[in-house]
C-alpha cells in the first residue's frame, strides 16, 4: 500500500508551480476584481458584493445561462445515446477496428477554431454542402439569419465534433467484458435487450461517467467553436456563457462584472463536477 | 439485424467525413470559383491555396509556432507530472487527497475566466507574445489530466518492483528512469497524446497570449477570416494542413486507442 | 438428462487447417452415459475446453456430429440445447440480488412465478445460499459468485448436463475442497450429468466415476480413477496422474523379455505386442518400486520428504527412477538395487501400452 512520506510533497513541486502559477495568480486577479470597482486611471475602490448581485439579476446573464444550460442539456442527450450504440455496433476485433476508430477519432483532433470554419463553409446556404441541401429540401435554411438554424447547426457542429469520444470511451469499457459473460447470458437465454441491461450498460458505467462528466464540463465551457461559426447570433441566440463573459471581458472590458460572472461561472461549473465526481470515486471504492 | 450491425458506424463514419471532404475540395478551389459556382469537385483544380501557404511566412509560421509551443507543453506536461503522479500513486502525505481533487478542478476552468488575467499576468512577467507563454498557460488544463492518466497507470504497477529494485541496490532515479518508465511506457504515451490533443486544439488563450511572433496558425486563419473579406479557398487550404498533424499522431497510437482510451482506469 | 454422443469430432480454429497442429480435437469418439459425472482431465491446450465448449454449443465443431440423446443438436446454439455451463472466474449478474440471479433464466423462459419462487428456494437451500437471497450478488466472496453460476443451471429442470470449466480456479486454496465436495454432494442428489474440465489430477480424480484424459486434442485413456492410475494405457496418464508421476524408462524387448540398460525386468504386460514400434519404454509407479538385494543396480541421489511419505530419487545408467519409501525407516545411501513389482511393471510402445486392443 502506499507508505507515509512527506518526501511526497518534493515531488509534486514542479507541478504545483506550474499550476499555482497559472490558477492561482490570474484567480486572484479575478476575485480581486470582482469586488472593486474602477471609473479608470487604475485607481480601484471597494465595491463588496455588488458586481455579483448585478450579475445575479443581470437578464444578459440569466439569458446566457439559459442558452448554456439548453445547449449542454441537448448535446449530452444525443451524444451519449449516440455514442453509445455506435460502440455497441463496433465489431470486437479484426482488421477494420483500428481503421475505424482512427477516422473516428479525426475530428477531435482538429483545432476547434478549423472546426467551426470548417461547419461555417459547410452550412452556408449559397456556398455549403449541407445548406444547399437542406434548402434543396425546401426548408428555408439559414444559420446567420435564423436562430433556429443557427442552433441546430452548433449542435450538429458539436455532435459531428465530440461524439466520438463517447464512442472511445464506451467502446474501451465494451471490449473490457470478458466473452464468457455473452456465453453465460446465451445459455440463460437473455435476450439482446436483457444482455444490454444487466451486463453491458452495468460494465460501461464507469467509462459512461468519465464520458459525461468530460462532455458536460467541455460544453459547459465552450467557446472556440460556436464563435467562429456563428460568432454568437444571429444577435445573441447563441451567445453561450463562454463567450458573453469574453464579450464583457476583452471586448467592454468591464472588468467588474466580468470578474464576477467568471467566478459565479466557474463555481457553478465546479459544483456539477464535483457532485460527477464523488459519485465516480465512491463507486470506484466500493 | 446481425448484417446491419456494421451499418451504423459506416454511416457514422461517412457523416464525420462529408465536411472534411468539403473542406479539401474547397481547398483546390480558387475562391472565385466557390463564390462562384457550386460543384462537387473543384471544376478549375487549383493549388494555388497551398503554394500560398507553404511560401508565405505569415501563415507557415504559424503552424511552426503552434508545433513548437503544443511541444514545449507536451513535454513540460508529461515532464512535471511523471513525479507528481508517482507520489500521488505511491505515497501518503498532507493534504494528497485534497490536492489531487484540487488538481482536476483545474480541468474543469473554463478557459474564458482565465482570458483577460492571463492577459495581463503574462505581460506583466513579460513573457507576452512568446511560445513559452502558450506553453505554460496550457499546463493550467494538461498537466492535472497527465497526472490522472499517469497515476492511473502507475497504480496498475505492484509496489514490489520499486522494492525488488532497491533491493537490488538501485538508486531512486536509476530506478525511475530504467526501470519504472519503461513498465508505463503506454501510460507516458496516452499522457502525451492527450496532452498535445489538448494543446493543439485550443484556441481561446494561444490567441490572447500571442500577437505577432508566436501567433499560431489558429489566429493567422481568423484574421483571415475577418480582415479584407472571405479569402475562403485560403482558408479552406489552412485549415486542411491543420488536420495532417492530429490525423499522424493517431495513427501512431491507433493500437492504444483501444485500451489507452480507458485512461488506465477501466 | 440425456445420454450424449461426439462422433467423428474434429475441429480447427483455423478457416484452412493444412498440418496436424492446426486442429485443436484431432480426432473425438465419445459416448457419456445419463446423470454420470465426468471429469475432462489434461494440460493447458489439450483441446478440453474446446470440446467442452462444442458440447454446449458455444462452438461449431469442423467436423462431426453431437447427439443428445441420439438427436443431432450439432447445429443449435446452447439455449436450446437445455444445458448449463459454469465458467472459471464466476459469472454474475451484478445490479441483480443473489435471488433474482438465480431467476434469471427462469424468467427468461417466461416459467409462472410461483414456481420460480419455489425453485430458487430450493436450489438456493442446496447451495447453502438462503440467508443471503436478498444480497445484491455484486459484493459477494467468489465461492458464493461460483455457487452463484451454479445455481443458475441447477434451477432449470430441464437441464441434459451442467459443464464446469475450471470452476475453482478463483477459489481460495481453503475453500476449494469445500466447494469440490458440493459438486461431489449435489451431484450424488441431483443426478444429472456432470463434465468437469480441469488440468488439477487431484479435482478431476476426487470429483468424477470417470475420467477423460486428454492429450493434443485426442483421447488418450478413458476410465476410473484407480483404473487411470493402476493401469495407465498411455506414458502420458500415467506422468501426468500421480505425484511423482509414473518412472518412464527406455528398454528393448528380446527373446520375449524386456530389458532395461541390458538387466533383465519381470514385466506383467505387454511384452508380446512390441512388433513394429519404435519406441520401447517400461512403465511403473513409484509405489511398485522398491530396495531389494538384488535387481537393477542405481544410485542414491536425494531424497525427497513428502510428509506421509518419502520421494527418493535414484540414477540408473543416466536414467531417473523414482522410489516411495515409508516416512520411517533408514534409506539406503550410495550404490543399491531396486526391483519393481512384475505385476504393475509394463511395456509401452511409442507411448501406449503394448498389447492394449482398445488404445484409442
Known amino acids: 500500500m502506499k507508505t507515509e512520506n512527506q518526501k511526497g510533497w518534493f515531488f509534486i513541486l514542479p507541478v504545483m508551480l506550474l499550476v499555482a502559477f497559472n490558477a492561482l495568480v490570474p484567480l486572484m486577479t479575478v476575485v480581486n476584481y470582482s469586488v472593486q470597482e474602477t471609473f479608470g486611471n487604475n485607481v480601484f475602490f471597494w465595491h463588496g458584493v455588488g458586481w455579483f448581485e448585478d450579475v445575479l439579476h443581470s437578464e444578459r446573464f440569466h439569458a446566457a445561462l439559459g442558452r448554456q444550460l439548453l445547449f449542454t442539456g441537448t448535446i449530452l442527450a444525443i451524444e451519449v445515446p449516440l455514442g453509445v450504440a455506435i460502440a455497441l455496433a463496433m465489431p470486437k476485433k479484426g482488421p477494420w477496428v483500428p481503421v475505424c476508430l482512427v477516422l473516428m477519432a479525426l475530428p477531435l483532433l482538429i483545432p476547434w477554431n478549423v472546426v467551426g470554419a470548417m461547419w461555417n463553409i459547410f452550412a452556408l446556404p449559397d456556398i455549403g454542402l449541407l445548406g444547399r441541401m437542406i434548402n434543396g429540401m425546401g426548408i428555408d435554411y439559414n444559420m446567420t439569419q435564423q436562430p433556429w438554424a443557427a442552433w441546430f447547426t452548433v449542435i450538429l457542429m458539436d455532435v459531428w465534433h465530440w461524439t466520438s469520444l463517447v464512442v472511445l470511451l464506451a467502446y474501451a469499457g465494451l471490449i473490457a467484458i470478458p466473452d464468457a459473460y455473452y456465453q453465460a447470458a446465451k445459455i440463460d437465454g437473455a435476450g439482446p435487450w436483457a444482455v444490454f441491461r444487466h451486463i453491458q450498460l452495468p460494465k460501461m458505467k464507469k467509462v459512461l461517467t468519465i464520458a459525461v462528466l468530460l462532455r458536460f464540463m467541455d460544453s459547459f465551457m465552450i467557446y472556440t467553436e460556436p464563435f467562429v461559426l456563428t460568432g454568437g447570433g444571429p444577435g445573441n441566440s447563441t451567445t453561450f456563457l463562454s463567450i458573453d463573459l469574453v464579450k464583457i471581458a476583452l471586448g467592454q472590458f468591464d472588468l467588474g462584472p466580468a470578474a464576477a460572472m467568471s467566478l459565479i461561472y466557474f463555481v457553478i461549473t465546479l459544483l456539477v463536477s464535483w457532485v460527477f465526481y464523488t459519485v465516480m470515486t465512491r463507486d470506484e471504492a466500493q | ?266 | 438428462m440425456a445420454k450424449i454422443g461426439l462422433k467423428a469430432l474434429r475441429h480447427s480454429y483455423h478457416p484452412n487447417p493444412q498440418a496436424e497442429a492446426d486442429w485443436a480435437l484431432r480426432r473425438i469418439d465419445l459416448d457419456w452415459d445419463d446423470g454420470g459425472a465426468y471429469a475432462l482431465l489434461g494440460p493447458s491446450g489439450c483441446g478440453k475446453t474446446t470440446l467442452l465448449n462444442i458440447i454446449s454449443g458455444l462452438v461449431v465443431p469442423t467436423e462431426g456430429r453431437v447427439l443428445f440423446d441420439e438427436r443431432d443438436v450439432t447445429a443449435l446454439p446452447p439455449d436450446q440445447r437445455h444445458i448449463a455451463q459454469v465458467f472459471q472466474f464466476p459469472v454474475i449478474y451484478d445490479t441483480m440480488s443473489v435471488y433474482d440471479n438465480l431467476a434469471f433464466p427462469l424468467r427468461n423462459r417466461g416459467v409462472a412465478e410461483d414456481r420460480v419462487d419455489a425453485r430458487v428456494r430450493e436450489i438456493a437451500e442446496m447451495l447453502e445460499l438462503s440467508d443471503m437471497l436478498k444480497t445484491r450478488a455484486a459484493g459477494l466472496a467468489a465461492d458464493s459468485k461460483q455457487k452463484i453460476s451454479l445455481g443458475r443451471g441447477l434451477v432449470r429442470d430441464d437441464v441434459n448436463v451442467i459443464m464446469f470449466d475450471e470452476p475453482l480456479t478463483v477459489i481460495d486454496p481453503h475453500l476449494k475442497w469445500k466447494l469440490r465436495s458440493k459438486l461431489k454432494e449435489l451431484h450424488q442428489k441431483v443426478r444429472v450429468t456432470m463434465i468437469y474440465v480441469t488440468h488439477d489430477q487431484t479435482e478431476a480424480l476426487t470429483f468424477a466415476d470417470q475420467v477423460v484424459v486428454m492429450q493434443e486434442g485426442e483421447i488418450v485413456q478413458i476410465g476410473s480413477p484407480v483404473e487411470l492410475f493402476e493401469r495407465p494405457a498411455h506414458t502420458f496418464v500415467g506422468h501426468f496422474i500421480g505425484s511423482p508421476g509414473m518412472n518412464v524408462l527406455p528398454c528393448e524387448v528380446r527373446d520375449g523379455g524386456a530389458f532395461f540398460r541390458g538387466h533383465h525386468v519381470q514385466v506383467g504386460e505387454g511384452v508380446g505386442h512390441t512388433s513394429g514400434a519404435r519406441r520401447l519404454e517400461i512403465g511403473v509407479r513409484p509405489e511398485y518400486v522398491s530396495f531389494a538385494e538384488s535387481g537393477i543396480p542405481a544410485a542414491v541421489v536425494k531424497v525427497a520428504d513428502a510428509g506421509r511419505h518419502r520421494i527418493v530419487e535414484l540414477s540408473a545408467d543416466g536414467s531417473r527412477i523414482h522410489l516411495l519409501a515409508p516416512a520411517g525407516g533408514a534409506i539406503p545411501e550410495g550404490a543399491v538395487h531396486v526391483r519393481f513389482d512384475p505385476a504393475r511393471t509394463r511395456v509401452y510402445a511409442d507411448g501406449w501400452l503394448a498389447g492394449r486392443e482398445d488404445a484409442r
Request: aromatic fraction near 18%; include cysteine.
Open chain 2, 1 to 266: 439485424m446481425q448484417r446491419l450491425k456494421p451499418l451504423a458506424p459506416i454511416l457514422y463514419i461517412l457523416f464525420l467525413m462529408l465536411p472534411i471532404y468539403w473542406l479539401v475540395n474547397m481547398s483546390f478551389k480558387t475562391t472565385n470559383e466557390i463564390l462562384g459556382s457550386f460543384s462537387l469537385w473543384p471544376q478549375e483544380f487549383t493549388l494555388a491555396n497551398y503554394r500560398t501557404i507553404f511560401t508565405d511566412p505569415t501563415w507557415y509560421m504559424g503552424y511552426y509556432n503552434s508545433l513548437l509551443y503544443v511541444s514545449i507543453n507536451t513535454t513540460i506536461s508529461v515532464a512535471a507530472a511523471l513525479p507528481a503522479a508517482y507520489a500521488f500513486s505511491r505515497y501518503r502525505f498532507l493534504g494528497d487527497k485534497h490536492l489531487f481533487f484540487w488538481l482536476l478542478t483545474n480541468r474543469m476552468a473554463p478557459p474564458a475566466v482565465f482570458a483577460l488575467p492571463f492577459f495581463q499576468l503574462y505581460s506583466a512577467v513579460g513573457l507576452f507574445d512568446t511560445h513559452i507563454a502558450v506553453a505554460l498557460a496550457h499546463c493550467l488544463f494538461n498537466i492535472p489530466l497527465a497526472v490522472w492518466i499517469l497515476e492511473g497507470f502507475m497504480s496498475g504497477v505492484p509496489k514490489e518492483l520499486d522494492e525488488t529494485a532497491y533491493v537490488d541496490g538501485y538508486s531512486f532515479p536509476r530506478f525511475f528512469f530504467r526501470i519504472f518508465m519503461p513498465s508505463i511506457s503506454a501510460g507516458i504515451g496516452v499522457a502525451a497524446f492527450f496532452c498535445f490533443m489538448f494543446s493543439w486544439v485550443e484556441l481561446l488563450l494561444a490567441k490572447t497570449l500571442t500577437a505577432v511572433a508566436a501567433k499560431p496558425i489558429a489566429a493567422t486563419m481568423t484574421k483571415t477570416a475577418s480582415s479584407a473579406g472571405y479569402e475562403l479557398g485560403l482558408l479552406a487550404a489552412a485549415g486542411c494542413l491543420t488536420i495532417i498533424p492530429g490525423a499522424f499522431v493517431i495513427y501512431f497510437v491507433r493500437n492504444y486507442i483501444a485500451k489507452g482510451f480507458a485512461l488506465g482506469r477501466v
